[in-house]
């Protein structure tokens, strides 16, 4: 299982950018996918599950904002992210899942990407 992110970078608040994940080694249709982040000095936390059945569900923090979506044919998820503020500065990984299951209120992950640096600056 590979997966592999793009499209982090530097924008100003209240930008937008679009993170893409490709997906290899694995049947990605049948894959729940989804994106967590982690900021420097804290936990890693959720962010947003796209489903097989190309349903979607988003941390409250996400919701409104970002938009978790798949191209199964091209075996890549997306992440847009519109309304960027500077506490969404973090490294954002793409993550699939056989099987979604949620633990503690979030959704765990069985496979990670290397992860892409979002930066937000004020």
């Known amino acids: 299982v590979r997966l592999v992110e793009s499209g982090g970078g530097l924008v100003q608040a209240g930008g937008s950018l679009t993170l893409s994940c490709t997906a290899s080694?694995?049947?990605?249709?049948?894959?729940?996918m989804g994106w967590a982040r982690q900021a420097p000095g804290k936990r890693r936390e959720w962010v947003a599950a796209v489903f097989s059945d190309l349903s979607t569900d988003y941390a409250d923090f996400a919701k409104g904002r970002f938009t978790a979506s798949r191209d199964n044919s091209k075996s890549t998820a997306y992440l847009q992210m519109n309304s960027l503020e500077p506490g969404d500065t973090a490294v954002y990984y793409c993550a699939a899942v056989n099987t979604p299951r949620i633990v503690n209120g979030e959704y765990e992950y069985d496979y990670w990407g290397q992860g892409t640096q979002v930066t937000v600056s004020s």
């Open positions: 080694g694995f049947t990605h249709t049948r894959y729940g």
